[in-house]
């Protein structure tokens, strides 16, 4: 399943490398584009930004219509459309000519559609700020205003550079007071929007001393969590420029910093490692210190780069400032007003994009789980949780000349849920779960992890530990972690497959209705080509042994026996959220119910064409044995050979219908006739004691019931 999407993303970055090389700018014909914001929709027009009102003319009409696959958004899948950040103009000519070339990508972006129909919203970022977006949709503003910008998403930075280390140094002399203080502090904010949990940052204040922003981060790079993140940018703040500037002391402390790491990482070499100065002047020549601090292997390599940001229209010591960059693999940026300071933190996100670029590497980034916010509305369902995959698209034009250069990024979402859906629930057992930890120790899915609360994103929902998620019953305090749960971190963490036994937990279930305590077992591996951990909670009492049933379909379709039959009434259910039989394409395909879903396709069954097929027809956990050759993991040779879907294909599960149809047929005769007392004293005992219902609920996901006194049915009360 997984790899069907990593498949799509590489399809998208070699079609928007094709597109890119092969387009021929015509800057004497004007141009137009299905617009996100400004397009007319439905025949209702825009009301345009008084900046725009004359380019009225370049924003294609869209027709929509809601989709039920993209939660109940209105939406047309024919076309994509362009997000353009508030703050770029779309007739300059890189954005324009990002938007005119990147429309090729319809082609691939429906194709891979109609391959996997389970696939979300795909997406080029470019490395100018538009983003190409399929399906088309009309984007949802925010009452303040439009601050989307594809290239501070987590995904866009997570693909154009590795991980990290970061040392900021903010000039707080007081020649930094007034809108020198602002600027300086937006330049710190955006560089931080540029982070995310694989990378370590830390935030050095100086004017002729140096001191850590966040003292108790002291001697440290820290983990850029949202919460630190969020302490750093109230520390920054607080900043009160006074006194005289040098960073002498300043750039002394950072390359310590940053080398005390590289040698607890023993990365000397592959360490991803940068200075970043953030000053209005210099008041001496730094080149002999930095040359003393930065360079190896008698002069050849410098590990740290270094990115000087000159605040105001006044900076001086250009210059300077720019061979200390260039001087050591870095870039150097004037940064003139809080209109430029996007831009101008940008700068280096494309230099640290270089070394990928030029080994033509291609790794795919998986996020965290996060939010779905930007597709949310009143008139679909409740915020979702994703992670997203993506990948770097580079310029070949630009490597002819010998440039080095970023085109952008490629990216597609995937929802937890729908990874969920591919655990098998019902093959787990009662009282068992699957959960996915990233290679933070972070959790992906799991039953205890809660994102929202009364509708709203928990402050640090996308950092949550698995040693908070998992609570081990032996006694211990609170924030006191047991040894052999850090074990099992640890083994989560490193990607091996294997099992721990006998580990006693406090649990809940039924959406935390009921509690209970039992011993587990754990059994964990890698998922391929990912940052992530697949493991299953056994208990280790029972659980392990289920009913084999035979073929009951071809049973008791050779025997003339009507399936359907065995679901007579309305007083049965099926489990809402497990998939029995389903169409790729939710859209023209809509029911009312599970239940009416489920009897469309067992009379469905009886058809001569009806044929047993998966969503995906491998697992979610791949054999790390297997030969995979012809999948590289770091190129963009995408697969074409996948079979387009049409609108009527569907996948169903054979095991779970079986057992169904098993349960259905050894259930019915017992619930076939209402309920009849034996005599007077037994319908007392049951008055006596409130029974009134009685039920049986399988492990096919089977529920019936009869209310004994003949109650009215109530089957959404069930």
Known sequence: MLNRKMEAIKCIARFAEDAAENFKENTSMKFTYHSSKYSPVNGEGV???????????????????????????????????????????????????????????????????????????QYFGSSTGIMRHYPSMKWVIPESQDDFDCRVRTWYIEAATCTKDLVILVDSSGSMLGMNK??????????????????????????????????????????????????????????????????????????????TYREKRNCLKNCTQAIMLITDTL??????????????????????????????????????????????????????????????????????????????????????????????????????????????????????????????????????????????????????????????????????????????????????????????????????????????????????????????LKYHY????????????????????????????????????AVQVPDEIDKNKHARVSIPSFFRGNNWKIHPEWIYCKYHYLEGHEFSEPEQELLHFLDRMYHKNFTWTMQYSSSIVEDENEDDASSDPESIECDTSTKRLRQDDYYCDKELINMLVFDAKSTMQAFKESWTFKNNREESLFKRYNATLRFVATMSGLTRWEYIFGEENDTNRE
Request: charge should be negative; aromatic fraction near 12%.
């Open 510 to 545: 039924n959406n935390m209705q009921r509690v209970s305590r039992e011993a587990f077992d754990f059994y964990y591996r890698k998922i391929k080509n990912t940052p992530f951990t697949m493991a299953l909670a056994l208990p280790n009492r029972f659980g392990y042994y």
């Open 47 to 121: 009301e345009l930004p008084d900046s725009i009102v004359d380019n009225e003319y370049m924003y294609d009409p869209m027709e929509f219509d809601t989709d039920s696959h993209f939660y109940n958004i209105e939406v047309n899948t024919t076309y994509s459309s362009v997000h353009v950040p508030t703050n770029i103009y779309d007739g300059f000519r890189e954005a324009a000519t990002a938007i005119q070339w990147s429309e090729a990508l319809n082609e691939v972006f429906q194709t891979n559609y109609q391959s996997d129909p389970a696939l979300s919203w």
């Open 182 to 259: 602002h600027i300086a502090s937006m330049t710190v904010y955006t560089i931080l929007k540029t982070l995310s949990n694989n990378d370590y940052v830390n935030i050095l204040n100086y004017s002729l001393n140096v001191n850590y922003t966040v003292p108790c981060f002291q001697d440290k790079l820290i983990q850029a969590t949202p919460e630190n993140i969020d302490t750093f940018k109230l520390a920054v703040n607080s900043i009160e420029p006074q006194g005289k500037s040098s960073a002498e002391k300043a750039l002394l402390e950072s390359f310590r910093l940053l080398e």
């Open 283 to 504: 008041t001496k020549d730094y080149t002999d210190l930095i040359s003393r601090q930065n360079l190896f292997n008698n002069g050849t390599e410098k590990l740290v780069r270094i990115f000087t940001y000159l605040i105001g229209k006044e900076g001086s010591n250009i210059e300077q400032l720019g061979r200390m960059s260039c001087q050591n693999r870095g870039y150097f940026t004037l940064v003139t007003d809080l209109e430029t300071v996007t831009e101008a933190v940008f700068k280096y996100v494309d230099v640290i994009a270089r070394p990928l670029i030029l080994h033509k590497r291609y790794p795919i980034s998986w996020t965290h789980a996060y939010v779905d916010t930007n597709t949310h509305t009143e008139a679909n369902e409740p915020y979702r949780l994703l992670t997203s995959a993506a990948i770097p698209v580079y310029n070949r034009t630009a490597n002819l000349v010998g440039d080095v250069q970023l085109l952008g990024v490629a990216g597609t979402d995937v929802t937890v849920s729908s990874i969920r859906q591919l655990t098998f629930p019902y093959k787990l057992g009662v009282n068992a779960h699957g959960f996915i930890v990233t290679n933070n120790g972070y959790v992906l899915m799991h039953p205890g992890l809660r994102p929202m609360f009364k509708k709203k994103a928990t402050p640090n929902y996308n950092s949550i530990d698995f040693t908070e998620v998992q609570q081990l019953d032996d006694g211990s305090k609170p924030r006191q972690l047991a040894t052999i749960l850090l074990d099992l971190r640890a083994k989560l963490i490193s990607g091996n497959r294997g099992v721990m036994r006998d580990i006693p």
